[in-house]
RNA sequence: GCCCCUGUAGCUCAAUGGAUAGAGCACCGGACUUCUAAUCCGAUGGUUGUGGGUUCGAGUCCCCCCAGGGGCGCCA
């Protein structure tokens, strides 16, 4: 918006510089940072500074940049498009004109409506790893932060004109689902999960963990089951098929609840056999040093690289025993991911930040071992979610605050809210609201939070709806809501206000209008947060506008522009939200 | 020992290298006869961990320290 506008001044500039014989430099051009006016700012600093560098002048750098700014002010006049051109400080500031500004920006909001904010198609395939949960075991709040974040980073990359793939990898294998499964077949044969599968297996992980630490003479029964679950013992085989399923039954339903979807499902189990084969690879290639059987299949990668510093360290990618680790797998998950999508211009893995050195060494070793995808790889981490006290959720330890738990006192505390401020809608209708607030609040604050911050979890803050929290957000759009369905359906053209426009005005607008680069921006920098921050930003605007500025009691051309200014914010939180995987309400 | 992350208001956190470092919570004082008060307005609150450096300009970039967290050969 008003990029047009704005090469003209520049290229005016650039006239003036070769004119005065000055430097010519790229601008840097930011937004008039003071509120309730809305522009283009450029600082003169650095062509000032430059300038008495060409020159070898010893100057007052700041005085110079207010000359400079003031002399192009006078030169610049008044250009099309903006009312107002001001130098100050060593900025110079052009003020667009504001009805000429309302007009273009609430116009293509409205146009685009729920395309609004989405940018060009960029031709590219990204796919995004992220959730993997584990079977056997609980679906708990730490494991939220990787499904919330994955899933909202594949939405802002689609947004942001990337094809995306959405892609999970439980981990359906391993020593926890020999305990779980061992537990099971010695005291819990015949039963079956009916409701909060994920929460009914964790238990029995969590018993066969207690059953082991006290009885840890019982552990060799546990190697016999693995055994003969790597000799593939068709019983053992069968009841892992069986209960594997129902923990994904148990996970297909969290997703649905959370609204996160997948495109495509890679599974521990099946990453074994390649994994060793890449291995075997990596042996005949020398890359990979086979100490079997006193050691383990290990490679040297600082060694290879011939760095001097420990960097990459070593990295074990087979035991001693034969049997596969998860680097094994990783190593296989990685080319297969590039097999089944060679044209993957980016493969993510979303990842707590406790395994950053190990997919250091799965993408360095496959560069070493020349798969020219490599580069492409890159891990996504985050910071874990704690207790308070900084205790790491354990499903081991029993520090665990469920899933389910949190899901369902979040969603009964809004629900008492919604039946309290509309008794009259229907039950389901209490519901769904209730869904989308309570969800969204749990959402939020993982979003709105640096990828690398610990979160700390606790339940008084998890359950405060006020302030910076979704459902802030979702109350201002159930206000825009009500404003229109007051207006009856009033159908309101594009229009140039003619009055002079109030600070909350141009501040929600300025606000609408950030909104593409705010998309393009979380998208290359992977960051959530500045969507979150946003769409806070613009529900807090919104809110100012609420307060001061009638909309329906006002004369009528007034009340026409308004009007749109209230869809198209409508419209923006709507989009941003959406961005978030949180639901926008009709009520609340 | 090596590597990574973090340090900003009492607490939780923001701030494309730019103008006066901002929100929320908490605390105190106000505003519903109005488009939904899950809201708004006001007050209080800062040596951006320390010390250097780069730059016209540093919370932001670089270096040394300090503090906290994490990772470093067969866990995932």
């Known amino acids: 918006m008003f990029e047009e506008e704005r090469i003209q001044v520049e290229n005016l500039i650039k006239k003036y510089c070769k004119k005065e014989n000055l430097p010519e430099l790229q601008l840097q051009w930011t937004w008039i940072p003071f509120s309730g006016h809305w522009g283009i700012s450029t600082s003169m600093f650095a062509l000032a500074a430059a300038n008495a560098r060409q020159k070898q002048l010893k100057s007052n750098i700041p005085e110079i940049a207010t000359r400079l700014a003031e002399s192009i002010a006078d030169y610049l006049g008044l250009p099309v498009g903006f009312e107002k051109v001001e130098a100050t400080k060593g900025y110079l500031n052009l003020y667009f004109s504001q009805s000429e500004y309302f007009h273009q ?19 590219e395939l990204v796919m995004v790893e992220f959730s993997q949960p584990n079977t056997h075991k609980a679906f708990h709040v730490g494991h939220l932060r990787s499904a919330i974040l994955g899933d909202t980073l594949a939405r802002i990359l689609e947004f942001a004109g990337y094809e995306v793939i959405r892609s999970n990898y439980p981990g359906d294998m391993g020593l926890h689902v020999i305990k779980w499964l061992w537990c ?5 044969l015949g039963e079956k999960p009916e409701q909060d599968i994920t929460h009914w297996m964790g238990e029995i992980y969590s018993e066969a963990n207690d059953r082991l630490y006290e009885n840890p003479e019982l552990e060799k029964e546990v190697r016999i089951l693995y055994k003969r679950w790597d000799d ?4 053992v085989v069968n009841l892992w098929e069986e209960t594997r399923e129902w923990s994904l039954q148990g996970f297909y339903q969290m997703y649905e609840t959370l609204g996160i979807r997948f495109d495509r499902y890679y599974f521990n189990s099946q990453m074994e056999k390649p994994g060793k084969e890449i291995v075997q690879e990596l042996i005949d290639k020398k890359i990979a040093i086979d100490e079997r059987p006193e050691g383990a299949v290990i490679i040297k990668i600082d060694e290879i690289l011939g760095l001097n510093k420990e960097k990459y360290r070593v990295f074990v990618v087979l035991r001693s025993d034969g049997t596969a680790l998860y680097a094994t797998e990783d190593l296989a998950l990685a080319k297969k991911k590039f097999d089944d999508y060679p044209q993957l211009s980016r493969s993510l893995y979303v990842v707590d930040v406790r395994q950053s ?17 490599s580069g492409r790889c890159q891990h996504i981490a985050y910071e874990l979610v704690n207790l308070p006290g900084n205790v790491v959720m354990s499903s081991r330890e029993g520090t665990i605050v469920l899933l389910e738990d949190l899901i369902r006192e979040a969603t009964q505390r809004a629900y008492q809210v919604v039946q309290q401020k509309n008794p009259d809608l229907s039950d389901d209708k209490k519901m769904e609201t209730a869904k989308a607030i309570g969800i969204g609040a749990l959402k939020y604050p993982m979003l709105a939070r640096e990828n690398t911050k610990i979160v700390t979890f606790d339940w008084e803050s998890a359950l405060d709806f006020n302030g910076q929290a979704a459902p802030y957000i979702q109350y201002a759009y159930v206000r825009t809501g009500s404003i229109i369905r007051k207006a009856g359906g009033e159908i309101t053209q594009s229009i140039k206000p003619e009055y002079e426009l109030t600070a909350q005005e141009t501040e929600l607008i300025d606000v609408i209008s950030r909104f593409p680069r705010e998309v393009e921006r979380s998208a290359t920098e992977f960051r959530p947060i500045q969507i979150a921050n946003y769409a806070y930003d613009l529900a807090k605007k919104f809110n100012d506008f609420y307060a001061q500025c009638p909309v329906l009691q006002v004369e009528s051309h007034i009340r026409s ?3 749109r200014l209230v869809m198209a914010t409508r419209q923006t939180i709507e989009n941003s939200l959406a961005l978030l995987g949180i639901t926008a309400p009709e009520a609340m």
């Open 184 to 188: 099971y077949l010695n005291f819990h």
């Open 561 to 563: 522009a308004r009007l």
């Open 357 to 373: 050195l190990h997919f250091q060494q799965v993408f360095k070793t496959m560069e070493i071992a020349g798969y020219p995808w």
């Open 105 to 123: 920006v609430i116009d293509l909001v409205i146009r685009d409506s729920k395309t609004y904010g989405h940018l060009e198609n960029k031709n």
């Open 232 to 235: 593939r013992d068709p019983e």
